[in-house]
């Protein structure tokens, strides 16, 4: 049945690109306009974001006239209309006809994987340049090297040619953005991406001058306030598919009264695609954030990031800041959920945390360190990041002259 079912998906696929390919006979596309979607078309946020708000402002650099995000939320919609940006529905008339019209489509999530719904309307991305920014480092498998067994021959069939060719507005041969080489490696084994269509560079969410909104820079300040007596702990589970083997750390105890002795505020944040963890709790000192909120705003703002196999801490260690994981089912999460992409340890600057009772200790050891003194945060730095000082027009100017949207900028 799984064999029936994927070439049915593939026929189908192609058949819905073959129309698209007649339509584009009628509606041409051009390069002079782009659109851009995040999270399942719900949110404004991540790489795409960030992109977004660059590209917006600086349209003349990159000779395009229109810079349109995609999005199924009623409440995006408004809110960036507000803010005077070029916002429109992804299934409105107009949404379906700039989707034929526009040449270049990034997302930063999900462009073709079956069960959730796609950034954009990526059924209509046929033609155009396509361009994944994804949205983290991340030590955990997906895609092919979640499987027991990657090197099986369906496995090889699948993602070298299913996935590349029988996709959705064919998103198996889009760009996709890595970070270093490391980096690199797992996208091309984990979605069979191929090398040439790997754009190096930074992300632009790690980039600085971001553009906040009213509900950003009003935490921040109330964070800065904070900060005068506070120590600022940022703390950001990822998602399971199993959680029966996870303690949060409000679970330990002595949690609050730790966190009330040693003068520390804790913010926290679940996974937006975590379903298992339950609500987490609030306290005297403890913050919790909307879903919504984009966490990527207030990594300079912190002084210690805890979280276990979230990309999280990549984002840390490339704004210069110390991150703890806590993984109290790591042997589980490894052996029974999806596993890693690599040796846990060259991914994380600490030792990792699994034992609970660890934790209060290694958070007062950590929470004062300064990681760029330290050794083996210059290396995970290099290894999942690079050296090198991006600014989102390096990023931008990267990604369009590697995908070939302009000869030169």
């Known amino acids: 049945m799984k064999l029936i079912k994927c070439i049915l998906n593939f026929f189908i696929n192609n058949l819905i690109n073959f129309l698209v390919a007649i339509l584009n006979i ?18 404004f946020s991540d790489n795409s974001r960030f992109l977004y708000q660059y590209v917006f402002a600086n349209k003349d650099r990159y000779k395009i006239k229109r810079a349109i995000w995609m999005t199924r939320s009623k409440e995006t919609y408004s809110i960036m209309k507000n803010l005077n940006y070029d916002v429109v529905q992804i299934n409105s008339f107009k949404g379906l006809f700039y989707h034929l019209k526009s040449a270049v489509h990034i997302v930063c999530n999900n462009a073709s994987f079956s069960g959730y719904k796609h950034d954009i309307n990526t059924y209509l991305s046929f033609g155009a340049t396509k361009i994944q920014l994804w949205h983290g480092v991340g030590i955990k498998a997906c895609g092919r090297l979640k499987l027991k067994n990657p090197k ?10 299913v996935n590349r060719y029988g996709q959705p507005g064919m998103w198996g041969r889009c760009y996709h953005l890595a970070t270093s ?31 906040l909104f009213k509900n950003e820079k009003a935490l921040i300040n109330k964070l800065l306030d904070l900060k005068k007596n506070y120590k600022l702990i940022l703390f950001l589970p990822t998602f399971r598919n199993d959680s029966s083997n996870y303690i949060l750390p409000e679970q330990i105890q002595g949690f609050y009264s730790f966190l009330k002795s040693e003068h520390y505020i804790w913010i926290q944040k679940k996974h937006s695609a975590d379903v298992n963890l339950g609500r987490l709790e609030d306290g005297d000192c403890v913050i919790n954030l909307d879903a919504k909120f984009d966490i990527n705003v207030l990594y300079d703002f912190i002084d210690l990031l805890i979280t276990d196999y979230s990309s999280a801490s990549s984002d840390a260690i490339a704004k210069n800041k110390m991150s703890l994981e806590y993984c109290p089912d790591f042997d589980f999460y490894n052996n029974n959920d999806r596993g890693f992409v690599n040796d846990f340890s060259l991914y994380h600057v600490c030792d990792t945390i699994i034992e609970p009772s660890n934790l209060f200790k290694e958070i007062n050891r950590s929470i004062n360190l300064n990681p760029l003194e330290l050794e083996r945060f210059k ?14 027009k390096d990023v931008c100017d990267t990604i369009v002259l590697t995908a070939k949207i302009r000869k030169h900028v």
């Not at 596309?29 to 949110?43: A, L, P, Q, V, Y």
């Open 181 to 211: 080489e490391e980096n690199k490696r797992v996208v091309i084994q984990d979605y069979a991406i191929m090398p040439k269509k790997v754009i190096l560079a930074y992300y632009p969410r790690n980039c600085p001058n971001q553009v």
């Open 152 to 161: 099986t021959i369906w496995a090889s069939v699948y993602y070298s040619f």
């Open 26 to 43: 009628f509606i041409w596309r051009t390069k002079k306009i782009w659109i851009f979607g995040s999270w399942f078309g719900e949110n």
């Open 379 to 392: 290396r995970v730095r290099s290894f999942l990041v690079g050296n090198k000082e991006w600014s989102i």
